[in-house]
């Protein structure tokens, strides 16, 4: 009997699989944190979901975890004696199929050449791991590019044991990732029968630090569920190398320990080399997620304020002057905005108090919802009895107030305009149309300094969270994919940037119309008459 006739099921037409190593590395030999996630996607009670993330910088093993993952649940299938349940139905996916035939499986084929049996069909769409002896089919993968939104309904009638998720943030800004509702409809897919230990598995890079893993990893954890858990495995930085060195150790013969040291010294160099090159382009934000594995912000394109940096940052609260006015800045598209701000007489500058967006929701939900409730926490609402006083105009409140908006707000046609000035009693001040105008007023605030060392433009960073991340990265303007050109309209740079472009472009408004470029860039240009040249009074100069 051929090897082909003696695999079970409907998997005797299998093609050749992978032969010997061509890697450096002699074996494969799990890190800590490959252990442990293979451990968390094993073990469990029966019924039990589990969505399990493994997440870490570049080149750190991810991809060979999850495929050992797989290989690791199929073993505690057989243990527990449900053998006819095997193969594991595994659905792989990806952004687009292209990305999984230029990573995912090279890792995969990579693993194939470390004494893993592997079989692939339908022109590398799917893959099969055989047990030990090249016989029984352990695990079948489905790989799904989702090159159109549509794709992410393929997975809906798949039946399968696990759901495996390749790299579902944004890696470079330059591919889409993977939308949330992929993991909501393939969890649903979850039902292979004999599979009694259903499980999530998430490889990535370290996300956005605002991308939808997070804030799905947080919801399932505060409804504290027994049906689904949440783990997150984070590789620190530099295991593999340090792992390899440690193995050189443990060699039993030189020649051995000289490949592990060789393969940790090839590792380190590969890393160096990463930090360099995205730090000789600028994309610190890149060096820090995909290098030293952190989450944080993505930076594409140019930010619309360059030069806004750290020392524009204010950690704890900046005080309030009764004394002297208030400014608020309003925005509307795509969602409703205000920023409020407070400046200093005599040039000693901006402070930036407050802001805040309310996606999908109206003006009048802004200023009920967060304004409203934020003044009377500030004490910058001075009369409690919102039903029946006036505050935000002159001695009404105590304060006076400044309003400057958007001008399309002022459209008779429009009312959110028309909400602000009835419910906060004030009058709107048009800002300026032009995109320009806005942006070169920002950028002239931010640079100026002020006395005492202090940066003109201060923003207190727990009452403005989003304005902060908007300056710092993700209000930009995007860049041109055809031409690599910067598109510096307001229309694309609100397009690409949603929600983090109206807090700023509510603070935008106010700005150009206080301090306009134009006029502090006259002002720095001027420079006192030079005095008359001295003249001599004798022919002898005295």
Not at 83 to 112: H, K, W, Y
Not at 230 to 258: N, W, Y
Not at 425 to 438: A, I, K, M, Q
């Amino acid at each position: 009997m051929s090897e082909d006739e003696q695999v079970v099921g409907d998997y005797g037409d299998l093609d050749a699989f992978a032969g010997t190593s061509t890697s450096l590395s002699p074996y494969f030999v799990p890190t800590a944190s490959q252990e442990k996630c293979l451990g968390t996607v094993a073990e469990g009670d029966k019924g039990e979901m589990r969505l399990v993330i493994l997440e870490g910088p570049r080149g750190e093993g991810k991809t060979a975890t999850g495929l050992l993952a797989c290989m690791e649940l199929a073993g505690r299938v057989s243990r527990a004696g449900r053998a006819n349940a095997l193969p594991l139905r595994v659905a792989c996916v990806r952004d687009t199929f292209i990305n999984l035939q230029r990573t995912t499986l090279v890792s995969i084929e990579e693993m194939g050449r470390k004494d893993i049996n592997l079989v692939w069909r339908d022109g590398r769409r799917e893959c099969i791991v055989l047990d030990h002896e090249g016989l029984q089919p352990m695990v079948h993968i489905y790989f799904f590019g989702l090159d159109r939104p549509a794709d992410a309904g393929k997975l809906q009638g798949f039946v399968m044991g696990l759901l495996w998720l390749e790299e579902v943030a944004t890696a470079d800004g330059l591919d889409t990732g993977i939308p949330a509702d992929v993991l909501a409809l393939g969890g649903t897919s979850l039902r292979q029968p004999g599979i009694a230990w259903p499980r999530i598995l998430v490889t990535m890079n370290s996300p956005d630090d605002d991308h939808w893993i997070g804030k799905v990893e947080e919801e399932l954890e505060q409804r504290d569920l027994t049906e689904i858990k949440v783990f997150r495995i984070m590789i620190p930085a530099g295991e593999k190398s340090r792992h390899f060195r440690a193995l050189a150790q443990e060699a039993p013969d030189e020649t051995i320990s000289a490949i592990w040291t060789e393969s940790a010294v090839e590792f380190d160099a590969y890393r160096k080399r990463n930090r360099v090159l995205l730090e000789s382009i600028g994309r610190h934000d890149l060096v820090t997620r995909l290098v030293e594995g952190k989450r944080g912000g993505v930076q594409l394109g140019e930010p619309v304020v360059p030069n806004f940096s750290l020392e524009h940052i204010s950690r704890e609260a900046l005080p309030v002057f009764r004394s002297i006015p208030l400014v608020r800045g309003w925005d509307n598209e795509p969602s409703p905005a205000v920023c409020i701000y407070q400046a200093l007489p005599e040039g000693r500058g901006v402070n930036v108090l407050g802001s805040h967006v309310e996606e999908n929701a109206t003006m009048e939900q802004l200023i009920k919802g967060w304004l409203l409730p934020w003044l009377g926490k500030t004490g910058l609402l001075t009369r409690p009895n919102l039903a029946t006083s006036s505050w935000g105009r002159g001695p009404k409140a105590g304060l006076q107030w400044k309003d400057v908006c958007d001008p399309v707000l002022l459209d008779t046609q429009l009312t959110a305009g028309q909400v602000i000035q009835g419910l906060l009693s004030t009058s709107l001040t048009p800002g300026p149309v032009g995109w320009e105008d806005r942006r070169s007023a920002a950028i002239a605030c931010f640079e100026r300094g002020a006395r005492g060392g202090r940066r003109f433009m201060l923003v207190e960073e727990p009452e403005n969270k989003t304005l902060v991340q908007g300056l710092q990265s993700k209000f930009r303007c995007p860049r041109d994919q055809s031409t690599g050109r910067i598109v510096m309209t307001a229309e694309a740079a609100k397009r690409v940037s949603g929600k983090w472009s109206n807090p700023c472009d509510a603070l935008f408004y106010a700005l150009a119309v206080d301090y306009p470029a134009a006029e502090w860039l006259r002002k720095g240009m001027a420079r006192p008459a030079p005095p008359p040249r001295w003249q001599p009074k004798t022919y002898m100069g005295a």
